[in-house]
């Protein structure tokens, strides 16, 4: 099946700073999205993004389709950013409405 | 978007027993999905439920410990069977959203402890 990768596994800013991340795949994907999941384990929608870039406020994402990778930017981090983001596809094929989850990369903003 | 919720949100159970998670969702959907996040872990797809037909589920998971029923489009459950520790996960259901893109969407989870 399809492969998933997100860097780095962690990451630790302070407020204010600016980060990437990124998420690889191994195959076409139909869907791509972007989700950080709160403290309380609750999964909020980022960006449904399966080619191009997309901008959220301080939140932006690009997905190039053709070399198979995804970057979240995420600028003037505050603490409230926080928590886990997931990177997750739906592999081209028979595989519809099916994701496949990256491990995640944890953020921690401090003040 | 669509609103989706689920019951309980969260428990502690004793080996061996079983426990019914339901997703209720605010509109009609085609599919709805089951995954399992392990604690520390990425969450896993666990079965696409379909509404008048058995559910499919992924390798790994089977349907004596994880049943799973579709009586109707807005709802669905998921029964974890004879519990053990290693059962202990958020389990999470989803749906895609209305209009032309297939985002899917998640409900809150139920937070599941087996001791």
């Known amino acids: 099946g399809i492969q998933v990768e997100q860097s780095p596994p962690d990451l630790i800013l302070q407020e204010g700073a600016n980060s990437t991340l990124r998420c690889n795949f191994s195959d076409s994907v139909n869907n791509l999205q972007w989700f950080h999941q709160n403290p309380w384990g609750q999964l909020i929608n980022l960006f449904y993004i399966p080619s191009g870039t997309k901008q959220n406020g301080r939140l932006s994402a690009t997905t190039v389709a053709t070399e198979r990778y995804s970057l979240l930017y995420i600028s003037s981090s505050q603490t409230t950013d926080s928590g886990v983001y997931f990177c997750?596809?739906?592999?081209?094929?028979?595989?519809?409405?099916?994701?496949?989850f990256g491990q995640g990369t944890i953020l921690t903003v401090h003040p | 978007s669509a609103v989706i919720s689920q019951k309980p949100s969260r428990d502690i159970c004793q080996r061996g027993t079983s426990l019914t998670i339901q997703c209720q969702v605010d509109s009609q959907v085609t599919m709805m999905f089951w995954y399992r996040q392990q604690p520390g872990q990425s969450l896993t797809l666990i079965a696409t439920a379909n509404q008048g037909s058995e559910a499919t589920y992924e390798s790994g998971f089977v349907i004596d410990k994880f049943p799973i029923s579709r009586p109707n489009l807005t709802f669905s459950t998921l029964t974890v069977s004879n519990m053990s520790p290693e059962d202990s996960s958020i389990y999470l259901c989803?749906?895609?959203?209305?209009?032309?893109?297939?985002?899917?969407?998640f409900g809150p989870g139920t937070r599941l402890t087996v001791l």
């Open positions: 997750a596809v739906e592999a081209g094929g028979t595989s519809y409405g099916k994701l496949t």
């Open positions: 989803s749906v895609e959203g209305q209009g032309h893109y297939n985002e899917q969407f």
